[in-house]
């Protein structure tokens, strides 16, 4: 496993890191979820991302207890809040109250002291960006959080909030978790070049485009069992699904037969091109699709392949 350092911090994260969306804490038995988790950090992967919304904060527990025989140091995990953990006005959002009790409520859950990295999972229109960013730089400094970051902010988002930690000399963001893959690409021109002027790493989800980068959905079908049959996915995975889609799959899976690697292999190192992506986060619902995984970030691809793989994209 290669590391690449997260931002502009000293912090090193592998390259591939695995995510616990849809799979830890709900439909994935918490046996095989250990085995799962223990089974990328034998891998070298010292990187694991949740959060309270995941299974209303199962999916913090069971990546949790899964690392707890592991020294602390030896791994980075993460948590974010934004999303409703209740019915009261005030528990979503991004403000002061909502940020140190859900800090709180997740430490509490994982039996942490602190997490590495705390997201704010989405902007919050409701709450001044200067009020979110004092809360987040008062829990760093209490050592309940070591980074700060944000996920799916836009470029003007993500400037405002630079903008305003130089303004009240706040703790700034560091990473952004944005959705990138080769059938989202938004990111590339303008969140990375604003991140890159100041010092934020990417860690992007859906690498593989909720598996339809994995070629199981050929011919438009959606197995029962699959990661696109989940209801929270299967619209999204309906919508991407077409003629030009599944054409370009057909030849991206017969570039990476030639280069002798899988076409999730292929995608993952087309991902990690990106001098700017400091990790891809994976899911997996057991070792073997972990193991699989991992191997993408063994792969550097050709200026000659980048330029195949680009010609197909652009059909």
């Known amino acids: 496993m290669k590391y690449r350092r997260l931002g502009r911090t000293g912090l090193k994260v592998s390259e591939i890191s695995l995510g616990s969306w849809l799979t830890f804490g709900k439909t994935v038995d918490e046996e095989i979820a250990t085995k799962t988790i223990h089974k990328a950090y034998e891998l070298g992967i010292n990187f694991f991302d949740s959060a309270n919304v995941y299974e209303r904060g199962e999916g913090e527990r069971v990546l949790a207890n899964a690392l707890k025989e592991f020294p602390r140091e030896s791994y980075v995990i993460t948590t974010k809040a934004f999303w409703p953990m209740g019915d009261g006005p005030n528990d979503r959002g991004?403000?002061?109250?909502?940020?140190i009790e859900q800090v709180h409520a997740s430490l509490k859950r994982m039996n942490l002291d602190y997490v590495d990295i705390f997201y704010c999972h989405r902007y919050d229109f409701e709450t001044p960006v200067d009020e979110t960013l004092r809360a987040i730089d008062d829990l760093i400094r209490q050592g309940k959080i070591l980074y700060a970051g944000v996920s799916e902010w836009s470029a003007a988002q993500i400037q405002?909030?630079?903008?305003?930690?130089?303004?009240?000399?706040?703790?700034?963001i560091v990473v952004n978790q944005p959705q990138y893959n080769m059938f989202h690409r938004d990111i590339e021109d303008e969140i990375i070049p604003v991140s890159e002027k100041n010092g934020i790493s990417q860690v992007v989800f859906s690498p593989l485009a909720q598996g339809v980068l994995t070629g199981?959905?050929?011919?438009g079908n959606i197995p029962t069992g699959s990661r696109g049959a989940n209801e929270q996915v299967?619209?999204?995975?309906?919508?991407?699904i077409n003629d030009i889609v599944l054409t370009k799959i057909d030849r991206l899976e017969e570039l990476a037969m030639e280069l002798d690697i899988t076409l999730p292999e292929l995608a993952l190192?087309?991902?990690?091109?990106?001098?700017?992506v400091a990790s891809t986060l994976v899911g997996a619902s057991?070792?073997?699709q972990i193991e699989a995984n991992a191997k993408g970030a063994d792969i550097v691809l050709s200026f000659e392949a980048l330029q195949r793989i680009e010609e197909i994209l652009t059909i």
Do not use: C, F, M
């Open 94 to 99: 991004l403000s002061r109250k909502h940020i």
């Open 160 to 172: 405002e909030a630079v903008t305003v930690a130089d303004k009240y000399l706040l703790d700034k």
């Open 216 to 219: 199981k959905y050929k011919g």
């Open 234 to 240: 299967n619209s999204w995975v309906k919508k991407i």
């Open 269 to 276: 190192s087309w991902i990690l091109r990106q001098h700017n």
């Open 286 to 288: 057991n070792p073997e």
